[in-house]
C-alpha cells in the first residue's frame, strides 16, 4: 500500500503483475471456472507443439498472457454487465504485457515512471473486478 508508482515503477509493475495473476486464478476458482481456463491453456499448448504427458497436466499453470487470451476469448466470464467494460481493460493489460515482462527480466529495460503509471491506470479495472467480485 505504501508502494509509491511514481518513486519505484519497476517494482510496481511487479507488483501490479503478481496481483493480477493470483486474483485472476483466484477468481477463476471462485467462480468455479478454474478447470475451463486450465482446459483451454493446455489445449492452447498442445495446439501449438507443446508435449505435456497426462500426469503432468495438473502441475501446469497458466502464464499471464494465457491468462489474457482466455479472458480474451471467453468475456462471458465477467458477467454480462461488466463484460463490455473489462474487455477494453484485458486488450490494454495484454498490449502491455510484453513490456512489463521486459521491465521485470531485463536490468536495461528503460520505462519511464509516467508509462508505468499510465499501465497502472489501464489495468486498474480489471484487477480491482477480480479482486472484489
Known sequence: RKLDMWDFPYAGLGLLRSVFET???KFMVR????DEMHKWFIARRRKEGAKIASDQEDKQIPTTEEMLAFFHNHPNVWGVPAQNHLKHSVSK???H???MNSALHNAFQQIATSKAIEIRDEVFPLVRHLIEK
Open 31 to 34: 467462480h468455479q471456472r478454474y
Open 97 to 99: 504485457a510484453k513490456l
Open 23 to 25: 486474483s485472476a486464478v
Open 93 to 95: 493489460m495484454a498490449s
